[in-house]
């Protein structure tokens, strides 16, 4: 059997290029261009019993993040080699590289001999094995739901405000710009108890005139894509991975981002979005919106290149509306 080469790049010409001169050299090369498809593939040939001899990745992918991908591919399976390559080394960080433990790097341009003596020297130093899976992330043991507020403009905001944020089952409440001026999650047993917490409570405050509720849920996902979350979200929480999953963001700012996506593409759009390093947050929920983000930058200007240049042009994403969260105490 002809060993298997996972080759992962945005460049099609490379692509095409690599996997002729790689079978030529007796390898079967699985090109993709971007770090989701990878993933997916990557997910199919272990399913399969076929793990390829290595992963060849591209730090600059349109969707995830090169070296990001080379720490979940590591994190889950810690046997496999890979290979990073770029065109922009003068770019990268010497000590980010050294620590994601990879087999080999070869700056652009190279030739298929040169990525083969590579491979040669990887298979001399190490017998393919077949790592073992990570642990399932175990299922959540509350519900969740944001609550879109728009309020009365005769009445002061911060007061409303005030009085949402002490209510029991608030984990989050933020005054944001735009038409919501305030997003709220909740959390409780049931979703049932979190439409009776607005419906006995939030819509009974003074000031507040309209509310959107819009419970968080889990969204039907192909079984290779939702393992790849599986393992994504274990890789966050044994630290392999930099993205900040809590709200101690230090000097950053943060927005909102309610997102409409067609429901037959939110097995790529969705982790897409929830795989992108400056996303914080990513929920699928019920109602007029079905995505939920929580986006983080150094500053605003950081978020809308986000949105513009990752979001709003996806396939299958058809609305996006930015809420930029304020800071009401020094307002």
Do not use: W
């Not at 001026?181 to 939030?202: G, N, P, Y």
């Not at 790849?228 to 909102?256: H, M, P, Q, T, W």
């Not at 409409?260 to 759009?269: G, L, M, P, Q, Y």
């Not at 007029?288 to 979001?311: M, T």
């Amino acid at each position: 059997m002809k060993n298997k080469i996972l080759l992962i790049d945005d460049e099609s010409s490379l692509r095409r290029t690599l996997s002729l001169g790689l079978s030529q050299r007796g390898y079967d090369t699985e090109p993709c261009e971007d770090g989701l498809s990878g993933l997916k593939k990557l997910e199919l040939f272990i399913k399969n019993n076929v793990p390829p001899a290595a992963v060849v990745i591209d730090i600059q992918l349109p969707d995830i993040k090169g070296t990001r991908l080379a720490k979940i591919i590591r994190f889950k399976y810690p046997g496999i080699p890979i290979i990073l390559i770029t065109g922009y080394a003068d770019r990268l960080n010497p000590e980010e590289i050294k620590d994601l433990k990879v087999n080999a790097f070869l700056e652009k341009p190279f030739s298929t001999d040169e990525l083969v003596d590579q491979f040669e020297g990887i298979i001399k130093k190490e017998k393919a094995e077949e790592p073992a899976v990570a642990a399932e992330e175990q299922d959540a043991k509350s519900e969740s739901a944001y609550v879109l507020i728009k309020t009365n403009r005769d009445v002061d905001l911060f007061e409303i405000y005030k009085k949402l944020y002490y209510l029991e089952n608030v984990v989050y409440c933020d005054a944001t710009k735009g038409d919501y001026d305030i997003f709220l999650l909740l959390q409780s047993d049931t979703h049932e108890s979190l439409e009776k917490v607005c419906d006995d409570q939030i819509k009974r405050i003074n000031g507040v005139d309209e509310i959107d509720f819009l419970p968080v849920i889990r969204p039907i996902l192909e079984e290779s894509t939702a393992n790849i979350i599986n393992v994504a979200e274990d890789a966050f929480s044994a630290g392999s991975l930099d993205l900040v999953k809590d709200r101690n963001l230090g000097n950053r700012v943060c927005s909102y981002v309610l997102v409409e996506a067609e429901k037959e593409r939110i097995d790529t759009v969705y982790p897409s979005l929830r795989l992108n390093e400056n996303i914080v947050y990513c929920d699928y929920t019920g109602g007029k919106f079905n995505i939920v983000l929580l986006i983080h930058g150094s500053y605003f200007n950081e978020i809308d290149r986000v949105i513009q240049e990752k979001i709003i042009n996806m396939e299958g994403v058809l609305r996006v509306k930015e809420y930029p969260i304020i800071n009401l105490f020094e307002m």
